[in-house]
């Protein structure tokens, strides 16, 4: 995904680096499965959000220091400016999520129409 953004022009490269560097933990699949071997599926919520808060500390540790922030802010093509939202950015959020979930319903209707 973040590779096709990148080739979209949508992320430059320094973003996408940072993207793939910092944000590109294990499975949550892959957590569940070291818990049940080590007998600690009981401590999952506990180890996953941990996994979490320090994968998110570390992001924005890595992205001030070299060589992520030595990485160029350069765009495989003209970059595509992104629609800006009018009035509260968290009205508009919520808008935009309920359209795609109308969109991914009628999807799945027709998918299961069509099996």
């Not at 560097?21 to 959000?49: E, Y």
């Not at 994968?55 to 220091?65: N, P």
């Amino acid at each position: 995904m973040t590779n096709k953004m990148y080739n979209q022009s949508r992320y430059s490269a320094k973003e996408s680096i940072i993207i793939v560097t910092c944000f590109s933990s294990v499975s949550i699949g892959f957590f569940a499965v070291v818990a049940s071997t080590l007998d600690l599926l009981h401590l999952f919520p506990l180890i996953f959000l941990s996994v979490t808060f320090v994968m998110i500390v570390l992001a924005a540790i890595l992205v001030r220091i070299p060589p992520l922030s030595r990485k160029p802010d350069t765009f495989v093509g003209e970059p595509v400016e992104e629609e800006q939202p009018e009035g509260n950015l968290f009205k508009a959020a919520l808008r935009i999520g309920a359209a795609g979930q109308k969109n991914l319903i009628s999807y799945l209707k027709n998918c299961l129409v069509g099996c």
